[in-house]
């Protein structure tokens, strides 16, 4: 980390490259919020960056506990980041459970702010410290900054008519301020965000802005802070444009009323609340003025019973969800199979099974989204490799689901639902027309001439069927789940029509056109890494790494799971080694195996949480040496 001191009146301030901060505390100290804020001004000074929020599953856990610790990380640079980084340089710690719970992450020599005031006697025995780790000599290897925050902040709040309880909860706001400070943020943003976040209690709002530039101003007159840090933006990172910092979900949110708009057709979620897909239905509720239904159902299969009857009456329909509830939903995906018609099915994958990890994050989906139904149930598969990329990934899983009237797996993870990152605001004219033609009138005629409607009449290049809109005169059909005769759609049981169906429904998921997967291979490397979904930063971080390093290795990365890119046969068989790392116990490298009989080692976590650049470098290293 390279660093350049520069003279600021009494205190310097150093420039570097990068730093990662994370902000750890109960889960009621509002630590999502001011990691939130902290991000937001960091996009609009212009850096690169990258987030991990991390928060107990439980909806008020216990306060002080180890399970009740709450944390925000952010890594921002000068320079292109993948991830959110490896190891905090800076932890800020509200209280003893949140230094216990993050303090094996951090290198020697990080900053740790601590607030002093939440260490008493009790609060330090309930995470089984025996004696305090502030007097003890335990942290001796860090660069610790004790700071009395709650003491400060009602201090700076005594002149406000507030309860001291009341004054206590803008703490994180006093961290907030500080921080910003140190890392010379601009904090414009934060006031103007505190005024519209409490306009109906402007006393609230006026007592978090005092508590916010206290913090800073202890930052500029404390004698324990000396520096102050500079990181400068990401000037060449970015290509020009337009940017916005965005979380997963509301890209993908972005992204599917996009896709409504490019389609000129109405878009409907039918969804139940669930974690991690929640925000989606909460963002997409917001913007009834572009044409957007948004129903949250009595539970997962109303939802997409709903979504189903939406697409049949020509919306663009969407259903939101995580694995548990696509288990509850495969009966109807498979009914869509069945019915050929055009809907996306939104997976943000969490850790399982059952209930499993509800906050975590986990990529274990994948087989189930490829096989989880009944009956052979082909149904393509596309997954975003980082927040931003959601929003081009609901763009294409619309295309697809559009184009060969089928429904589309897109499957995100918690991970990238709620971590964020720059994006840039595409122009309109680069988006996809995904203007589809209803049927309009019949399209067979009959032996003795007589023109009819026929529903299940294909496309001879997509192996699409017509979509015809209910109530159009003429194209009356039946639509059921048993098996239909091939072109008339009657209910069929005859043997050869089943085959028949079940292999062209196949055929039209195998002839889907998806691009090439594309290579990154400088030097001509005998061992390829091949990934999928959100693991693409953690990957690409350790193979900069490793190139840095002198090592020969080759990335790929898939989009599209079902079908593959035609291409992928050629591209594995190229390499002596292909190594497929993934939070799960290998499903891709299951799939790789089997489709194309390549010997593909798998490195795989399933601890909730991503993989780590550093941790990640080092299993491919061995890899390639082994």
Known sequence: MGEQRTAAGAKDVRRLDRVIIRFAGDSGDGMQLTGDRFTSETASFGNDLSTLPNFPAEIRAPAGTLPGVSSFQLHFADHDILTPGDAPNVLVAMNPAALKANIGDLPRGAEIIVNTDEF????????????????????????????????????????????????????????????????????????????????KKPDIAAANIAAFRAGWNFGETTEDFAVSYEVAPAATAFPPGVYRNISGNLALSYGLIAASRQADLPLFLGSYPITPASDILHELSKHKNFGVRTFQAEDEIAGIGAALGAAFGGSLAVTTTSGPGVALKSETIGLAVSLELPLLIVDIQRGGPSTGLPTKTEQADLLQAMYGRNGEAPVPVVAPRTPADCFDTALEAARIALVYRTPVFLLSDGYLANGSEPWRIPDLEELPDLRVQFAQGPNHTLDDGTEVF?????????????????????????????????????????????????????????????????????????????????????????????????????????????????????????????????????QLATLIRAKYLVDATSYNQVNGMPFKAEQLAQALKEAIDG
Not at 483 to 504: F, W
Not at 509 to 524: K, Q
Not at 538 to 543: E, G, N, Q, S
């Open 454 to 586: 026929w529903p299940y009449k294909r496309d001879p290049q997509t192996l699409a069927r017509p979509w015809a809109l209910p109530g159009t005169p003429g194209l009356e059909h039946r639509i059921g789940g048993i098996e239909k005769q091939d072109g008339t759609g009657n209910i069929s049981y005859d043997p050869a029509n089943h085959d028949l169906m079940v292999r062209t429904r196949q055929a039209k998921v195998d002839g889907i056109e998806v691009p090439d997967v594309e290579v990154d291979d400088p030097d001509g490397a005998r061992t390829l890494v091949l990934g999928w979904g959100s693991t693409y930063g953690p990957i690409t971080a350790a193979v900069r790494r490793l190139r840095r390093a002198g090592q020969s290795v080759a990335q790929a990365h898939l989009r599209h799971l079902n079908p593959f890119p035609k291409n992928l046969g050629d591209v594995v068989r190229a390499y002596d080694k292909v190594v497929i790392p993934e939070m799960n116990l290998g």
């Open 120 to 199: 008493t006697k009790r609060a330090m025995q309930k995470v089984g410290y025996e004696t305090s780790p502030l007097e003890d000599g335990s942290l001796d290897g860090y660069n610790v900054h004790p700071v009395p925050l709650t003491t400060l902040t009602v201090e700076a709040l005594k002149e406000f008519d507030l309860t001291r309880k009341e004054a206590e909860r803008s703490k994180n706001m006093f961290a907030l301020g500080l921080l910003s400070w140190m890392y010379n943020r601009p904090t414009e943003g934060t006031e103007k965000f505190l005024k519209s976040k409490f306009a």
